[in-house]
């Protein structure tokens, strides 16, 4: 079986020698990894090898995998169909209601059941068109958001609804700005900040209930008034514009775009955190992050020292630099400042 170096777990069994790119040897065939060697394979620039069998023990339990499964094709199936919405929207000028709802109703009823959110997102790291990608994350966010703020279910789908369909006004957007690969001028930018009213025009057309057409709207608004398009104070932003104004900063942070590199999700929960003074309203940024921090336990990580561990918990001092075991070792990242995680994984 041919895996990934991250993907590995300690009891693994190689299938053959393994070389770097420079043909250097770096591991004899069945030896048994452990954490050194695992490491060891990363500092050698190995990206995969062939391994016996993989460890039945592992961090994420048979249940979830086989939930995160299931949760899989409807999370692709979201960003297959809002392309389709995307497409309508260009060609018409509007979007079928029922058919939002045919999409994104499955996905909902899916999510109910998985409730790791950060074995969610590691899982189904799809390499999709960003709009449409960005898109099913901020629906899919903005409904657990929704739920953990006590909404009725309905609700939450609503707020999830809406946040799905928050960025359909870029239909309007050339395709060229949408896709440049470096910074926009101040012009362009402009141009892209109408996707907006773009969005809310496009809703409203469509007969879809005017809390959606709200959020395409106010979703870059911040609460200090410094947001756009209408510069609304907190007061005048609706409760699921300010729910996917979260749900949009994480997602866009932690997801590859033609200009940037995804982020690590526990630095990004720390910016937003930052942001909750003022930008983001504080209610909804701080019940994503209570929420999701639990979600860290248990999940494996690459340091900037090369060195793999297992988080095994949050930091009360810090909660952004938690308590990682390396094998008999522990370090303390919230004391240990000259370490950071370099990526996730499960």
């Given at each position: 079986?041919?895996?990934?170096?991250?993907?590995?777990?300690?009891?693994?069994?190689?299938?053959?020698?393994?070389?770097?790119?420079?043909?250097?040897?770096?591991?004899?065939?069945?030896?048994?990894l452990g954490m050194t060697e695992i490491n060891k394979l990363i500092q050698h620039g190995v990206d995969y090898v062939d391994v016996?069998?993989?460890?039945?023990?592992?961090?994420?339990?048979?249940?979830?995998?086989?939930?995160?499964?299931?949760a899989t094709p409807h999370l692709a199936n979201a960003i297959d169909g809002f392309e389709n919405i995307f497409m309508e929207a260009i060609s018409t000028g509007k979007i079928n209601s029922s058919m939002v709802d045919d999409i994104f109703h499955p996905l909902v009823?899916?999510?109910?059941?998985?409730?790791?959110?950060?074995?969610?997102?590691?899982?189904?790291?799809?390499?999709?068109?960003?709009?449409?990608?960005?898109?099913?994350?901020?629906?899919?966010?903005?409904?657990?958001?929704?739920?953990?703020?006590?909404?009725?279910?309905?609700?939450?789908?609503?707020?999830?609804?809406?946040?799905?369909?928050?960025?359909?006004?870029?239909?309007?957007?050339?395709?060229?700005?949408?896709?440049?690969?470096?910074?926009?001028?101040?012009?362009?930018?402009?141009?892209?900040?109408?996707?907006?009213?773009?969005?809310?025009?496009?809703?409203?057309?469509?007969?879809?209930?005017?809390?959606?057409?709200?959020?395409?709207?106010?979703?870059?608004?911040?609460?200090?008034?410094?947001?756009?398009?209408?510069?609304?104070?907190?007061?005048?932003?609706?409760?699921?514009?300010?729910?996917?104004?979260?749900?949009?900063?994480?997602?866009?942070?932690?997801?590859?775009?033609?200009?940037?590199?995804?982020?690590?999700?526990?630095?990004?929960?720390?910016?937003?955190?930052?942001?909750?003074?003022?930008?983001?309203?504080?209610?909804?940024?701080?019940?994503?992050?209570?929420?999701?921090?639990?979600?860290?336990?248990?999940?494996?990580?690459?340091?900037?020292?090369?060195?793999?561990?297992?988080?095994?918990?949050?930091?009360?001092?810090?909660?952004?630099?938690?308590?990682?075991?390396?094998?008999?070792?522990?370090?303390?990242?919230?004391?240990?400042?000259?370490?950071?995680?370099?990526?996730?994984?499960?």
């Amino acid at each position: 079986m041919r895996v990934h170096v991250t993907d590995l777990k300690p009891g693994d069994i190689l299938q053959a020698d393994t070389f770097n790119d420079k043909g250097l040897h770096v591991l004899k065939k069945y030896a048994e990894l452990g954490m050194t060697e695992i490491n060891k394979l990363i500092q050698h620039g190995v990206d995969y090898v062939d391994v016996e069998s993989l460890t039945t023990t592992n961090n994420v339990s048979t249940k979830n995998q086989e939930s995160l499964s299931k949760a899989t094709p409807h999370l692709a199936n979201a960003i297959d169909g809002f392309e389709n919405i995307f497409m309508e929207a260009i060609s018409t000028g509007k979007i079928n209601s029922s058919m939002v709802d045919d999409i994104f109703h499955p996905l909902v009823d899916e999510l109910s059941d998985q409730s790791d959110v950060v074995s969610l997102l590691l899982a189904n790291d799809f390499t999709d068109d960003y709009t449409y990608q960005h898109s099913m994350q901020v629906g899919m966010l903005s409904y657990y958001i929704a739920t953990w703020l006590g909404y009725a279910k309905k609700d939450a789908y609503a707020a999830g609804k809406a946040g799905y369909l928050q960025d359909i006004g870029k239909c309007r957007i050339p395709r060229e700005l949408l896709n440049k690969p470096t910074k926009l001028t101040q012009e362009e930018f402009e141009e892209m900040k109408l996707h907006t009213t773009y969005g809310y025009e496009i809703i409203r057309s469509s007969s879809i209930d005017e809390a959606c057409a709200l959020v395409a709207l106010q979703h870059h608004e911040r609460d200090d008034g410094s947001g756009y398009p209408l510069r609304l104070h907190v007061h005048n932003i609706h409760p699921f514009s300010q729910i996917t104004a979260v749900a949009d900063v994480f997602s866009a942070m932690t997801t590859n775009r033609v200009y940037q590199s995804k982020q690590e999700l526990l630095t990004v929960l720390r910016e937003i955190y930052s942001l909750s003074f003022g930008k983001l309203n504080a209610k909804p940024t701080q019940v994503f992050i209570r929420h999701m921090l639990p979600n860290f336990i248990g999940k494996n990580v690459l340091l900037s020292d090369g060195q793999i561990g297992t988080i095994v918990m949050t930091n009360p001092i810090d909660s952004f630099r938690p308590l990682i075991q390396i094998e008999s070792t522990f370090l303390d990242l919230s004391t240990e400042r000259n370490l950071s995680i370099e990526k996730l994984f499960m």
